[in-house]
């Protein structure tokens, strides 16, 4: 029964990472600036345990840069457009 909280702990690192790349493609299909905003809160903390690698794995961490680039780039685009 020990082992059982380690199971949740993947289920909820798969489960944060399944939301965070699910967020981002509706993201990109919807040009939503909040899905990307959370997706990018999402991929935060899962990526932080690839940070900590001494392999190319590293470069994952960089993944949530993208989300929120995206979100800051298109709210910055629709703020400026007029309706």
Known sequence: MEQAGFYWVGLVFWGL???GLFLLALGLWKKS???FLVSGMAL???MLY???A???FRLLALLPV???A???YTKKEFKNTKY
Do not use: Q
Request: charged share 5%; net charge positive; no cysteine.
């Open 17 to 19: 990472i399944g939301t």
């Open 50 to 52: 690839f940070g900590g």
């Open 70 to 72: 995206l979100a800051f």
């Open 33 to 35: 600036w909040k899905s």
């Open 66 to 68: 993208i989300p929120f």
């Open 54 to 56: 001494n392999n190319w």
């Open 44 to 46: 935060f903390l899962p």
